[in-house]
């Protein structure tokens, strides 16, 4: 062997990785022999590197022996209680699927706990109430007359039915009546009532001396088209089907005037030939805003809080995420999933997106700063606090129980549709005209009363579009309500609201903007102020 040959050997001897402790073994192995037993092939000098190679080799293993007596300390297992919670909540669905022959298992399954929180972080702070309405305790209006929707000008909804709930009484003249329009997934148990006493969405809202006051009104709210809590959705029985099965995403795409038309057949039903006023927040301010267009003669006076007339990229973006962890549930399963589990996984995630969203990191660093969640029981006695890869900070805990408590409450697929229906809406003159959208027809703003703008810096590019757009408005007393915490519908839209009215000639636009920290629930929340606002602007 000559001295490439014995180089090579003693490189691999180097680098053979795993195999290195036997290489080590080998080589102490043939050095502790007698040298006649030595390879005939290496020369002196070889033999004496190799023997100091060995020498290296028994220090080396002789570590690795005495290492190898030792126990090695490791940290203890980890657990995953959040994942473990997506598994345990999937086996309970599938229990219930396996013994339910075939009924809605979205609406029948119960929430899992994920074993981290035994104290509800919700209750460290204001929470609207949010639940499942009983089907006895709404009404159901049922419309044999064919729905005529935006995207589809050759079809039509055949049937459909629209769930609501009423409070106060209709006076004589039925000149008493506000619709109430709702945000995404509300039902329309907006407050208590005899057959349902449990709180609604805007309990402190409507009652007697209060924002909707039931001595002097007839609040009607319903459950928009799209959703499901009683108004036909894509859950609800698809007629053209044999088997009765349900629409999934064979549903229609919606659009807001949609709905609102909807809500129409519904007052046609009712006898009310003009509405006192039409109330809504958030997806609801869009539809109040509709009501006026479509109906501007059916209408008396529009509230409008904390909504847009223009939905913006931002807030399309943050719901087109939330659309997009759904449908990658596996369990979503293009839309049809009601024989089978639904997509709780993606709910539970698309409803923490949208809670980053309804609330604002102030009240956040107020109510939960950087605090953690109770220390574990396996925790160290002594020395730093282990973190965990679940929910772990209290503004962590608190994302994740509101996930939970949503995941299988609502419907996926309604979700799906009725926040696309919020992302569709435009009410600029280009984009009604492209629609063949028709109102009113008011003459269109004048250069003289483009004048009466708000402060913009710079004013947007599609304000005058959007003044063209609401021109059917001009005549109408309307209240726009934005709040500055406002992230999913920020400040500026409201603003460009109302300034886009008084372009269109509205000189009965009032505009308020409120402080405080809980973002878009605001209007959930704020009682005094955005209640206060509301009385005043309707009495």
């Known amino acids: 062997m000559d001295d490439r040959a014995y180089l090579v050997l ?86 219930r699927n396996n013994n339910s022959n075939g009924s809605n298992k979205s609406e029948s399954a119960t929430n899992t706990s994920n074993g981290n929180n035994k104290k509800d972080p919700s209750s460290s702070g204001p929470e609207p109430p949010y639940a499942r309405p009983n089907p006895s305790s709404y009404h159901t209006f049922t419309s044999k007359k064919p729905l005529p929707l935006v995207y589809y000008p050759d079809q039509s909804l055949p049937a459909f039915d629209i769930a609501y709930e009423t409070w106060g009484t209709l006076n004589a003249d039925k000149s008493n009546a ?57 859950s609800s029985p698809d007629p053209s089907d044999s088997n009765g099965s349900a629409y999934a995403t064979r549903f229609p795409i919606l659009s807001i005037f949609d709905m609102v038309r909807g809500q129409f057949a519904l007052l046609d039903e009712l006898g009310i030939e003009k509405l006192y006023a039409s109330v809504g927040s958030s997806m609801g301010a869009m539809q109040s805003l509709a009501a006026g267009w479509l109906h501007p003669e059916r209408v008396g006076k529009v509230v409008s809080i904390s909504g847009t007339a223009r939905s913006n990229p931002g807030a399309i973006a943050m719901r087109f995420a939330q659309r997009s962890v759904l ?13 089978g589990l639904p997509p709780h996984a993606g709910m539970k995630l698309a409803r923490q997106i949208a809670t980053i969203t309804y609330r604002s990191g102030p009240e956040w660093d107020q109510r939960f700063g950087r605090r953690f969640r109770d220390t574990p029981s396996q925790q160290p006695e002594n ?35 009725v926040s696309k229906a919020m992302d569709l809406f435009d009410m600029t003159h280009s984009a009604l005209s492209s629609l063949n959208l ?32 609401l021109a059917p408005l001009a005549d109408t007393p309307i209240l726009v309500l934005g709040v500055q915490s406002d992230i999913l519908f920020p400040v500026d839209q409201q603003r460009e609201c109302a300034s886009a009215l008084k372009m269109a000639g509205n000189s009965q636009v009032v505009y308020y903007e409120l402080g ?20 005043g602007f309707l009495s």
Request: hydrophobic content about 35%; aromatic content about 10%; glycine content about 8%.
């Open 438 to 469: 028709v109102s009113g027809d008011p003459p269109l703003p004048s250069a003289e009363d483009s004048k009466t703008t708000l402060h913009f810096t710079p004013p947007p590019p599609h304000l005058s579009d959007l003044a063209a757009g």
């Open 178 to 234: 506000i619709l109430l329009h709702t945000g995404l997934s509300a039902s329309s148990h907006a407050a208590s009532t005899p057959s349902n006493p449990s709180p609604g969405w805007w309990e402190k809202f409507i009652g007697p001396g209060k924002a909707l006051d039931t001595n002097e009104h007839f609040i009607i709210c319903t459950n928009v088209l799209g959703g499901c809590y009683g108004s036909t959705g894509p």
């Open 327 to 339: 449908m990658a549930d596996p369990n979503w399963n293009n839309g049809f999933y009601y024989d």
């Open 10 to 95: 003693h490189h691999n001897l180097l680098f053979l990785g795993s195999q290195k402790m036997a290489a080590v073994t080998a080589i102490r192995n043939v050095t502790r022999s007698p040298s006649s037993h030595f390879p005939y092939f290496l020369r002196p000098q070889h033999r004496a590197s190799l023997a100091a190679f060995a020498t290296v080799a028994n220090g080396i293993a002789g570590r690795s022996d005495q290492q190898s007596n030792h126990t090695t300390k490791r940290p203890p297992p980890v657990s995953f209680p959040c994942v473990d919670a997506h598994a345990a909540r999937e086996s309970k669905l599938q229990s």
């Open 516 to 535: 405080g920290v809980w973002g878009h629930d605001t209007f959930l929340l704020d009682v005094a102020n955005v209640g206060g606002a509301i009385r």
């Open 383 to 417: 020395g730093p606090r282990i973190p965990a890869l679940c929910p772990d900070f209290l503004i962590e805990t608190y994302l994740d129980h509101q996930g939970e408590q949503f995941c299988l409450k609502y419907d996926a697929n309604s979700l799906i549709y």
